[in-house]
């Protein structure tokens, strides 16, 4: 009687011990800070038409769209530009590290995009302690 119990209890110890040292393990390392895009970034509320050109998947009418849109009612936030039609969740995610909604705009080029439309970067190495 007195060995399954302490086989439970020390089975018990085992797993609280390794139960806390994941979650310590998953403390130690901060999240990387994610840089801002070389290629510049695009403010919405005051960009031109050939400017907003240069945000990957925005042409013409989807500029247009966006200029039409902020002379209605200027952004307030990155967020409100799923209100102009062709801009959904999905596209905003892609368009987001380019995105401001105050400030100059300093974009001078097409950004080079990666899979699946996310932004070519350098990944950050971890803060060594």
């Known amino acids: 009687m007195l060995r399954a119990w302490f086989r ?13 040292s994941l979650t310590s393990l998953a403390q130690a390392a901060p999240p990387p800070v ?3 895009p070389p290629e510049g970034v695009i403010n919405v509320n005051s960009a031109s038409l050939e400017q907003l050109m240069f945000l990957p998947r ?5 500029a247009q769209r966006i200029i039409d849109a902020r002379t209605k009612a200027p952004f307030k936030a990155v967020n409100d530009l799923t209100r102009v039609k062709g801009i959904g969740l999905k596209t905003l995610r892609v368009l987001k590290p380019w995105l ?3 400030g100059p705009t300093t974009m001078t080029a097409k950004p080079k995009l990666g899979r699946g439309g ?4 350098v990944p950050l190495l971890p803060a060594s302690p």
């Open 100 to 102: 401001r909604i105050d």
């Open 8 to 20: 439970s209890f020390a089975s018990f110890v085992a797993i609280v011990f390794a139960l806390g």
């Open 118 to 121: 996310a932004p070519l970067r």
């Open 34 to 36: 994610e840089p801002p």
């Open 58 to 62: 925005v042409g013409e009418s989807k």
